[in-house]
């Protein structure tokens, strides 16, 4: 607006209506307090620009006092207000960033290359590793100082060489000591700040403190070099192969078995590596596993080196934890070596067998003569000294006869395999043929079955025949079972007169009793070809007891009713 324009004007018509307002209020102000300072107005200029003005004004007085004139200066405060508020933002930005960087684990620093890399900026969370920021910025700690000493050199020359390539931007890693000597692992990412010309004028960057991921991944690695090491230090064969069929992983055994790198084994099928034959039985057993997903067990014979090897190999499926598909696993035992021992020990047992069924034979015919002649010689003979010395050879006689049986059936312990044998049937196997006459049996365990040597009936014969020859007034003999623990324990008992102290202590001794003394001593090397025991309980003139403890996983079936 023309100066002319406001010379003699009235002031507020120069105005809008709510600046005349305004200004209506401060001369108010004005004329009752005789001044007023830096009122904040927004004024329209006539051009439609809404500007920000602050207005000073003072009231002009003669000597006595009476007012002559008013002074005002408005003062044109747009661009100062603009200017302070992007100042206040950036401010509170300002603030807003040092929060986010204090409250988190990077630190932000701004260092200049030159000697000792003075620090221009630091954030106060450098405290994390010993020091104030204001150590560093003043230049009483170059940073240069707190790099560990193994680092410090490398460090330095590094980013001289990154400087002087003129990189960017550029990636460390080294170790930052305390005050109090402890060092941190930390990961610097600096950029570099050049001028127009191409110097370096500053370098900024964030330390991140990384000593906990590091000695995480240094675990990880000796993990996985452990794990590496026992795959390979096994002696059992281990593999996997995902679901083409190709291998993705075997150890070292396997390699060594078949004569093939890690290197070519990796991706190659079992038709890369075997005959047809062989590849067709192993990818069949395969199917199995990669189709129901559970555990099974595989008798395998591969031929590696030219010899038939074989293997008791089991197979599974890992899950895959990337979201790809799950992988077979394979875990073998080379049992060749065991195999063809067993064949050696079974043909040597067969010819030691052999060789006793033959001398027993020949024995036993010699006995035959001995005891007939023994006879003839009895008939007639009126001598009583002469007659018992044949009784005696007579007795002597079938004790051998009776020597030869036990040693004819003692043989047969362990020459075959375990298997699962249900107790009712044992028993009554094991009694049939015995004078069970006037004996009441009785037999209340259910479906129970132990995994035994296929003499376990032998057991039972042993115990009846035991309480018939020496329990004197048996009238029943009853067999029970019922659980204990993890174990199951097999009760036989009679009616008779029990055991004395002496025979519960050494009842299973070789020789020990009025019979032969082998009965109960074959009983318990029964037993014990599978972990079970056996005991004598119960108390003298309350009939004998004798309680069969069969461990966790040799039986099956609960004993119920019945």
Not at 98 to 119: C, F, L, N, Q, Y
Not at 273 to 294: H, I, N, S, W
Not at 484 to 511: C, H, N, P, Q, W
């Amino acid at each position: 607006m023309p100066r002319e324009s406001i010379i003699g004007a009235n002031a507020y018509e120069l105005l809008g209506r709510e600046e005349a307002d305004m200004a209506r209020r401060v001369a108010d102000k004005l004329m009752r307090e005789g001044s007023v300072r830096d009122v904040p107005m927004t004024l329209a200029r006539r051009d439609g620009i809404v500007i920000d003005a602050e207005i000073s004004a003072a009231r002009v007085e003669d000597r006595a006092g009476k007012p002559l004139y008013y002074v005002a200066v408005v003062h044109d405060v747009t661009d100062q207000r603009r200017y302070r508020g992007s100042l206040e933002r950036a401010l509170e930005e300002r603030r807003m960033m040092e929060a986010i960087i204090e409250s988190s684990p990077a630190v932000a620093i701004r260092w200049t290359d030159s000697p000792g890399w003075p620090v221009e900026y630091v954030s106060s969370n450098v405290r994390q590793f010993g020091y104030e920021a204001a150590e560093l910025t003043s230049g009483v700690v170059e940073f240069t100082s707190i790099i560990h000493p193994d680092d410090r050199e490398r460090v330095v020359r590094e980013a001289e060489s990154f400087l002087r390539e003129g990189q960017g931007e550029f990636e460390q890693e080294y170790r930052i000591v305390s005050p109090e000597g402890e060092a941190h692992w930390v990961y610097d990412r600096t950029t570099v700040i050049r001028g127009p010309g191409g110097d370096v004028e500053a370098c900024q960057g964030v330390i991140v403190d990384v000593t906990e991921m590091k000695d995480a991944l240094e675990r990880l690695s000796r993990t996985e070099k452990q794990l590496a090491l026992f795959m390979d230090v096994s002696p059992v064969v281990k593999f996997m192969k995902d679901r083409s069929g190709r291998y993705v992983y075997v150890n070292r055994r396997l390699c060594e078995a078949v004569g093939i790198s890690p290197d070519d084994w990796v991706g190659k099928t079992d038709w890369d590596v075997y005959p047809p034959e062989t590849a067709r039985r192993l990818v069949e057993a395969d199917r199995q596993v990669f189709e129901d997903g559970k555990l099974r067990l595989f008798t395998e014979v591969v031929p590696m080196k030219g010899m038939p090897r074989e293997f008791l190999t089991y197979k599974f499926l890992v899950p895959s934890t990337a979201g790809g598909d799950d992988l077979l696993a394979g875990v073998a035992v080379d049992l060749t070596e065991e195999r063809r021992s067993e064949r050696a020990l079974r043909t040597a047992n067969e010819k030691i067998g052999l060789l006793g069924s033959m001398t027993r034979h020949d024995i036993t015919n010699q006995l035959a003569v001995l005891a007939g002649r023994i006879e003839i010689a009895r008939v007639g003979e009126t001598d009583p000294v002469r007659l018992g010395h044949f009784n005696d050879l007579l007795s002597s006689a079938n004790a051998i006869q009776g020597l030869l049986n036990f040693a004819s059936e003692y043989q047969e312990i362990g020459s075959k395999a375990p298997e699962w044998i249900p107790v009712r049937l044992a028993f009554a196997a094991g009694t049939v043929g015995l004078p069970m006459e006037g004996v009441r049996s009785e037999v209340d365990v259910g479906g129970l079955e132990v995994y035994a040597d296929p003499m376990f009936e032998r057991v039972f014969r042993n115990l009846v025949d035991n309480s018939l020859r020496h329990g004197e007034k048996v009238s029943v003999v009853r067999l029970t079972a019922q659980p204990e623990g993890t174990d199951m324990v097999i009760v036989y008992e009679d009616d008779g007169v029990g055991l004395s102290a002496e025979a519960k202590a050494r009842v299973f001794e070789k020789g020990y009793g009025r019979h032969t003394g082998l009965g109960m001593f074959m009983a318990r090397g029964v037993l014990s070809l599978t972990g079970i025991s056996i005991r004598a309980a119960g108390e003298e003139g309350s009939g004998a007891r004798f309680e069969m403890r069969v461990p966790e996983g040799s039986f099956r079936g609960y004993p119920g009713k019945g």
